[in-house]
């Protein structure tokens, strides 16, 4: 039982277009909502977090958005870059979901074209 | 400021081999993670640890072995390789458990094919 799902394997955008990637959760007991980012060759990095108190995080181009009552939450990339181009992944966590580790979706691909 | 560091980056064992992933932080970071990444897919736990001394079982131990006797070094150990085992893997540390806004730093990973 998959308790995180990115349901696009893939998305494409313009350059300078907005990209919206979408994660859905099944366990209401995630409190944590992150974002990686993953180069190929290279290890996932860090993008931005929500805690589940919040409804809306942002950092420079990337806002991410959570929405408790549906288990989704977004992550809005704003304008796009090329540089974007790369897999991302959601991941939550919880204090009493395996001792607070984090459980991620299959990613979503991303591709900004110039 | 290395962070975390894994070798080998690739590495074709064969059937019934065994080997040994590195995995090193520099960053005084007591948890520590290995995750490994099937194609397409995302990334499952194998193993963690919570400080030197202390590891337990992630959703996909079987297979594979862990120590963590110092802060900074968490190997580990493939007995017995099975093509099952074809994956790239992620070291990871954090310094809380409960990542929260900071997330976790990952190694560059190892691909490993078994044939």
């Known amino acids: 039982d998959q308790q995180v799902k990115q349901n696009s394997p893939s998305l494409s955008v313009q350059e300078g277009r907005i990209s919206i990637l979408n994660c859905d959760y099944t366990?209401?007991?995630?409190?944590?909502f992150l974002w990686y980012k993953k180069y190929p060759a290279e290890g996932p990095t860090f993008l931005i977090s929500?805690?589940?108190?919040?409804d809306k995080n942002e950092d420079g181009r990337f806002t991410v958005f959570l929405n408790k009552s549906a288990k989704h939450l977004s992550l809005h990339i704003v304008p796009s870059q090329p540089g974007d181009s790369a897999v991302y992944f959601c991941?939550?966590?919880?204090?009493?979901?395996?001792?607070?580790?984090?459980?991620f979706g299959d990613g979503t691909t991303l591709t900004v074209k110039p | 400021n290395a962070g975390v560091t894994q070798t080998p980056k690739f590495r074709i064992l064969k059937i019934g081999q065994s080997m040994t992933l590195q995995c090193t932080q520099d960053?005084?970071?007591?948890?520590m993670y290995w995750y490994r990444q099937d194609p397409g897919m995302g990334l499952k736990l194998i193993y963690y640890?919570?400080?030197?001394?202390?590891?337990d079982k992630g959703e996909v131990p079987n297979g594979y072995n862990v120590s963590r006797s110092t802060t900074e070094d968490f190997p580990l150990r493939l007995e017995l390789a099975a093509p099952s085992q074809t994956s790239v893997y992620f070291c990871a540390s954090s310094y809380t458990h409960r990542v929260g806004g900071h997330g976790y730093t990952f190694g560059s990973g190892t691909r490993l094919t078994v044939v």
């Open positions: 366990n209401s007991m995630f409190d944590y």
């Open positions: 929500i805690s589940s108190i919040k």
């Open positions: 640890s919570v400080g030197a001394g202390i590891t």
């Open positions: 991941a939550a966590s919880a204090a009493w979901i395996n001792a607070g580790k984090s459980t």
């Open positions: 960053m005084n970071h007591n948890y």
